[in-house]
Each structure stands twice: as structure tokens, then as C-alpha cells.
């Protein structure tokens, strides 16, 4: 993995001689392997790959299939060249190819080592292309205001620009859990309808719900991946009820389970997305807007 240290403008075909590279440490490359949790079913693309050892790495010490493209023909050959040496070669492939223009969509795992506006300009493509569920690992650059869900610090001793540590980022994609549900909480005195209404910006969550028709208050919506998590307190007979969901978004349904505070056992929770909405990954949005509606 190498980083860009004068890549063009994001979807400019920069010339390989033009980006000069600082090779990954390797306590750096077992650091991202370990945080993104890489096994032997995953496949991992590495994007800016130059030697190619994040893919030769993941493929000897954990199994891993995938590949790294690069923009420099010679690294390509050295990193194909390391992988038949290590005896990797069926596992871990490298192409002269710009990152832009390579399709990622095979990946469970992505790993970058890009200027921070790089990995800005890559997001659109890895929200399009990447199923929920996937790990993102950057080393030291971020990818803005998307904030990672994992990170860390990594002593680097020699490193030949800014401090002698590195920080590694984990970022995990989300499902898109935008939009209006509606759902059902058995009651003595009958099923009560529920509705929230969620906006979201990466993996971020606001919004407001109601309970049986009156209002009641979201205190924490999380996603990770595909699985959801909210937090939402209802008055149930003049008095207020917490209630804990968990679950897993499949498409335009989610299943998991209740816990009502009080209770003696979690219920089967299921809801249904009547309006979908969009996961904001818009660079200059700070954090999502209330959701309106209620």
C-alpha cells in the first residue's frame, strides 16, 4: 500500500511516474488487517497498492483472496512478482489500473493509504458500489466528516514525514435505514401502532416517532452495517416507557427484537419502511437534519 503524495484532481487519469509513494509499515499493515478483522472469506481490493503488501499480507498470514491496482506499471510487476515469491500468486492479483475506474463491488474489505480529499472523492463510489457490512481502512488520511467507527494510534519510529506514529481508520458501510417505518407493540389494551421517521448522514441517525399517535422521543439511533439500534421512550398508560430495538435491515424490512423496560422477555420486533429516503453523504453536510414529518 502507498500513499499518493501528488495525486491529480480525483477522476484526472494522474501519470504513474507523477506519484511518488511512501510504503506502509508493516506493524501499519497488521494493524489495518487486525482492525478490519480479515479472514479467509473475505475479499479485500487495496486501492493505491505499490509493493503490494496489504494484499500479499492478507492473503499468507489470513487466506484472503483479492487484488491491488496502482497506477505505476513497475510496482504492479514488483507486487506480482512478491506474491509468486511468498507463493500467494492464486490468491493476491495486482493491475495497472486507475482507482476511479475500478469496480470494487467484490470487496468486504477496502483498504487505502490516499490524501484525505482522495478518499472525500472516493465516497460516492464506495456508498454506490460496496454492500453494507463492508470495512473501509485508511491509513492516516480520513474520509472527512464521515466519521470512523474504529481507530488506532500505531508507533512508527522511522517514519519519513510528520510524527513517529500513524492513526488507522475503520469505517464499516451502512445500510440505508432512511425513511418512515411503522411497526406494531402488542399492549393490554392492544396493539399500539408505532412510526419514526429517520434521516442519515453515513452512519449517523436523527428523527422523530410516534406511539399510538402521540409523540414520543428517539433518545440514540446508531447504525453499524446493517444493523440498527434505537433507543425510544413512549408514554404507556401516563407514564414513560423505554424501549430498546435491535435489529437488521433487509431491504425495506427490519428484524430483530424489543425490550420494553419492565418486561420479563424481549419480543420479536419487526418493521416495515413505508417512504424510503437517501443516506446524505454530501461533503460539506456536518451532521444530518431532524427529520420532519411528525
Known amino acids: 500500500m502507498v500513499m499518493a503524495l501528488a495525486l491529480a484532481p480525483a477522476l484526472a487519469f494522474a501519470q ?12 501499519v499493515v497488521d494493524t489495518m488487517l487486525d482492525l478490519a478483522k480479515v479472514g479467509p472469506n473475505d475479499f479485500l481490493i487495496d486501492l493505491g497498492s505499490g509493493d503490494g503488501r496489504i494484499v500479499i499480507t492478507a492473503a499468507k498470514k489470513y487466506g484472503t483472496r483479492g487484488f491491488g491496482v496502482d497506477l505505476d ?40 493509504y490516499l490524501f484525505s480529499h482522495v ?7 464506495i456508498f454506490s458500489e460496496l454492500k453494507p457490512g463492508t470495512r473501509v481502512v485508511s491509513h492516516e488520511f480520513d474520509f472527512g466528516n464521515w466519521k470512523p467507527d474504529a481507530q488506532r494510534r500505531v508507533p512508527v519510529p522511522r517514519k519519513p514525514y510528520g510524527p513517529p506514529a500513524s492513526d488507522v481508520y475503520l469505517w464499516i458501510v451502512p445500510a440505508n435505514a432512511a425513511g418512515r417505518w411503522q411497526w406494531r407493540v402488542p399492549a393490554e389494551s392492544g396493539a399500539i401502532e408505532w ?26 439511533a446508531t447504525m453499524r452495517g446493517e444493523e440498527i439500534a434505537l433507543v425510544i421512550t413512549a408514554q404507556v398508560n401516563a407514564k414513560p416507557v423505554r424501549h430498546e430495538l435491535h ?28 417512504s424510503r429516503g437517501k443516506i446524505n453523504i454530501d461533503a460539506a453536510a456536518a451532521a444530518p437534519a431532524l427529520a420532519a414529518g411528525f
Open 247 to 274: 435489529g437488521r435491515i433487509e431491504g425495506e424490512a427490519i428484524r430483530g427484537t424489543l425490550r420494553i423496560a419492565g418486561a420479563q422477555q424481549d419480543l420479536e420486533w419487526q418493521a416495515t419502511r413505508v
Open 195 to 220: 412510526e419514526a421517521a429517520l434521516e442519515q448522514t453515513f452512519q449517523a441517525l436523527v428523527g422523530s416517532a410516534r406511539a399510538g399517535g402521540n409523540p414520543a422521543h428517539i433518545e440514540s
Open 119 to 125: 478518499n472525500i472523492e472516493l465516497r460516492p463510489k
Open 16 to 27: 504513474a511516474a507523477d506519484v511518488p509513494y511512501v510504503a506502509t509499515p508493516q506493524n
Open 73 to 112: 506499471g513497475a510496482l504492479v510487476s514488483e507486487a506480482r512478482r512478491e506474491a509468486e515469491r511468498q507463493g500467494v500468486k492464486d490468491k493476491a492479483e495486482f493491475y495497472t489500473r486507475n482507482i476511479f475506474v475500478t469496480d470494487i463491488g467484490r470487496a468486504t474489505v477496502l483498504t487505502t
